[in-house]
């Protein structure tokens, strides 16, 4: 099936707007020589670029690409490691956008109404941390709703996983676990429409027990940990995504101190 609907037109956006490109399959170096947006720190650039448009009666796609760079930075160690860290967040990001790609193609050729969304946004910007969130919206009869984050030390131009906040052998997994069940217990208690799984006796396999290592977190504008689970994750899909801020008196004496 030929694709339609694309705008032939480009437009650059300055200041605070970024700037897209929006054709097809465009290379994503062109997309990012007609880009501009402001340097995060002096390490993080993020450029973004429409990759990808479709709409007819049935289907709808908005695939938006953010792309980390690097600016001029003296420092080499910073600039080594941002490269390093940008290109392996960018490689995931490719990846996500054809994966979503693959699945409105894939839909296209089945009866039925499908919406595809990407877009981002950096959350997070201060002189330590920066946090790029990835969005994305898929509408099949009931929309559903996954996000991606990828956190930035400034100061070493290293992106951060869970791990990397916390000291060698500490029990952060542990304490964040505990911690977020008194979390959804409160919030229960407190209010009749929230639900968490969390004592399910006919599905007990749902029951939250623990983070992993690899859990969704970012690092908030007051350096807090915040984790991050999506839709039906830990809850019933009408929570929607989920986040719980941990307090720095469960976490504060096993953080590492950047």
Request: charged fraction near 35%; aromatic fraction near 10%; charge should be negative.
């Given at each position: 099936?030929?694709?339609?609907?694309?705008?032939?037109t480009?437009?650059?956006?300055?200041?605070?707007?970024?700037?897209?490109?929006?054709l097809?399959?465009?290379?994503?170096?062109?997309?990012?020589?007609?880009?501009?947006?402001?340097?995060?720190?002096?390490?993080?650039?993020?450029?973004?670029?429409?990759?990808?448009?479709y709409?007819?009666?049935?289907?709808?796609?908005?695939?938006?690409?953010?792309?980390?760079?690097?600016?001029?930075?003296?420092?080499?160690?910073?600039k080594?490691?941002?490269?390093?860290?940008?290109?392996?967040?960018?490689?995931?990001?490719?990846?996500?956008?054809?994966?979503?790609?693959?699945?409105?193609?894939?839909q296209?050729?089945?009866?039925?109404?499908?919406?595809?969304?990407?877009?981002?946004?950096?959350?997070?910007?201060?002189?330590?941390?920066?946090?790029?969130?990835?969005?994305?919206?898929e509408r099949?009869?009931?929309?559903?709703?996954?996000?991606?984050?990828?956190?930035?030390?400034?100061?070493?131009?290293?992106?951060?996983?869970?791990?990397?906040?916390?000291?060698?052998?500490?029990?952060?997994?542990?304490?964040i676990?505990?911690?977020?069940?008194?979390?959804?217990?409160?919030q229960?208690?407190?209010?009749?429409?929230?639900?968490?799984?969390?004592?399910?006796?006919?599905?007990?396999?749902?029951?939250?027990?623990?983070?992993?290592?690899?859990?969704?977190?970012?690092?908030?504008?007051n350096?807090?940990?915040?984790i991050?689970?999506?839709?039906?994750?830990?809850?019933?899909?009408?929570?929607?995504?989920?986040?719980?801020?941990?307090?720095?008196?469960?976490?504060?004496?096993?953080?590492?101190?950047?």
């Open positions: 099936m030929k694709k339609k609907g694309f705008l032939k480009l437009a650059v956006v300055t200041a605070v707007v970024l700037a897209f490109i929006i097809p399959n465009i290379s994503e170096k062109i997309a990012s020589a007609m880009s501009e947006v402001p340097v995060l720190g002096e390490i993080v650039r993020v450029v973004t670029f429409r990759e990808y448009r709409e007819d009666e049935m289907h709808t796609a908005d695939i938006e690409i953010p792309q980390v760079q690097v600016p001029s930075v003296e420092k080499e160690n910073s080594n490691a941002i490269k390093e860290s940008s290109a392996e967040v960018n490689q995931e990001i490719k990846k996500i956008a054809q994966k979503k790609k693959k699945e409105l193609k894939k296209m050729e089945k009866e039925g109404y499908q919406e595809i969304k990407v877009d981002s946004e950096v959350i997070v910007q201060n002189e330590r941390f920066c946090t790029l969130k990835l969005t994305s919206f099949a009869g009931d929309g559903y709703e996954e996000n991606y984050f990828y956190t930035f030390n400034l100061k070493t131009g290293k992106r951060l996983f869970l791990s990397d906040i916390f000291k060698e052998d500490s029990d952060y997994i542990e304490r676990s505990e911690n977020i069940k008194k979390q959804m217990k409160e229960m208690d407190g209010e009749e429409d929230v639900s968490y799984w969390l004592e399910e006796e006919d599905v007990p396999e749902n029951n939250f027990q623990s983070i992993a290592p690899d859990t969704k977190f970012y690092i908030g504008e350096e807090e940990v915040v991050c689970f999506d839709e039906g994750e830990v809850a019933p899909m009408y929570m929607g995504t989920v986040e719980f801020v941990i307090p720095e008196e469960i976490i504060g004496d096993i953080r590492k101190n950047f």
